[in-house]
């Protein structure tokens, strides 16, 4: 196997176990589901701005989390999708003050539909729904973007970490 390829995947399975253990965390105290969220790996998100290899893991790392916090099929199957779709468009954006939005947008939309079909099926009314958005909203929020931004801020001094030749 080439050394890139082992870097790209060590990176992936890094990314992936801080995504899970920051989760884990953010469960311990009650904030890492329901209908506002504050987890703290979504501060994660930010990392395809730097790396590629970040995308799959924080993939692996929502899949990973949601399995072991015995979510619905639905919710680890779609609530993973959405962290996907986040890094994914992040990892293409330019803009620094950008990246943390596609993770804020494709969680406050899929997330609601998620919580209420799969946990609250008995009070589905759009207004249920915009209710839950805006929990999830707030979390996305300080979590992606806050505390994201302070994460991406933090390492942009350092960027030459991710393109150094190992």
Request: aromatic fraction near 10%; charge should be positive.
């Amino acid at each position: 196997m080439k050394k890139t390829k082992v870097l790209y995947l060590t990176r992936a399975a890094l990314v992936a176990a801080m995504y899970v253990a920051l989760t884990w965390l953010s469960n311990f105290f009650g904030l890492a589901s329901g209908a506002v969220q504050l987890r703290l790996s979504e501060a994660l998100c930010v990392l395809p701005f730097f790396m590629p290899s970040s995308v799959p893991g924080l993939f692996v790392g929502c899949i990973i989390s949601n399995l072991t916090m015995s979510a619905n099929i639905f919710d680890i199957i779609f609530g993973s999708l959405a962290t996907l779709i986040g890094a994914y468009i992040a990892s293409k954006l330019k803009h620094k003050w950008l990246v943390p939005l596609p993770t804020v947008m494709a969680n406050t939309i899929v997330v609601p539909l998620v919580i209420i079909f799969c946990y609250t099926p008995e009070v589905e009314t759009i207004g249920a729904y915009l209710l839950v958005a805006l929990g999830v909203f707030a979390g996305e929020v300080i979590s992606a973007y806050i505390l994201g931004m302070i994460l991406l801020l933090a390492l942009d001094k350092r960027k030459e970490i991710f393109t150094k030749k190992h």
